[in-house]
């Protein structure tokens, strides 16, 4: 079954206002969360690494301030899109690290429009 | 520079048949983990099969086997008895150590299988 929840599945949203996505680990602790945001036939980008109990860490050319990361619990992750525009419309994924240390669970994807 | 480089943006397969994805990557770390994911329209990551850098063997996992060639850098995706249900957009991908459990995606190759 699946270990990585993302919740909403998709959301339509008006330009200007945030947008909230969660991504929850649903059958272990995660210390680490990673936000990817996919355009459509593109590859995914990584846009930041989310820590429990500390910052996020960014990517080079990912607004901080725009995208709002809170890792508030060991299953939690939060991604909060502000002032949401057209242009970021993507499909945002979140994963986590596997309990062998080398494999990644992703969430089954959050899609965002902005109207 | 591009970390993983997939060459092939599309490929057709006829159902029954073998293909073959192809993936080059580039680090200079002994250490380090190649994946191969598929994504479905659907949009969810679905992890195919893992190979370590230290691994001897090229990894297998059902109808799916990676051609690992260290020295070339390369870490070809091959898909057995092609199936219906296999098109869908292939992803490799690779993390380095150092690189706190990061994952590099190449661009990916949209597999289509024919009947």
């Known amino acids: 079954g699946a270990v990585v929840s993302q919740h909403p599945s998709w959301v339509i949203c008006k330009s200007g206002t945030s947008v909230k996505i969660e991504c929850r680990s649903l059958d272990f602790q995660a210390t680490t969360m990673f936000w990817y945001r996919q355009f459509p036939k593109q590859s995914l980008m990584l846009m930041a690494t989310s820590n429990e109990g500390s910052k996020a860490t960014y990517e080079q050319g990912v607004e901080k301030d725009k995208f709002l990361i809170n890792h508030a619990s060991l299953t939690l992750s939060t991604l909060t899109v502000t002032s949401a525009h057209p242009e970021d419309s993507s499909f945002y994924i979140c994963?986590?690290?596997?309990?062998?240390?080398?494999?990644?669970?992703f969430g089954p994807g959050t899609r965002l429009t902005v109207t | 520079a591009q970390k993983i480089t997939q060459t092939q943006p599309g490929m057709f397969v006829q159902e029954k048949e073998a293909v073959t994805l192809d993936c080059t990557y580039d680090?200079?770390?002994?250490?380090?983990?190649l994946f191969w994911y598929k994504q479905p329209s659907s949009g969810e990551m679905i992890f195919l099969i893992y190979?370590?850098?230290?691994?001897?063997q090229n990894a297998t996992e059902g109808r799916y086997s990676l051609n690992f060639q260290k020295a070339r850098k390369s870490a070809n995706l091959v898909i057995s008895a092609s199936q219906l249900g296999d098109s869908a957009m292939y992803f490799c991908a690779m993390r380095e150590v150092p690189n706190d459990y990061k994952l590099s995606f190449g661009a990916g190759t949209t597999v289509t299988v024919r009947a």
């Open positions: 994963s986590t690290e596997g309990l062998a240390g080398f494999e990644q669970y």
């Open positions: 190979q370590g850098s230290y691994d001897e």
């Open positions: 680090t200079s770390d002994q250490s380090y983990g």
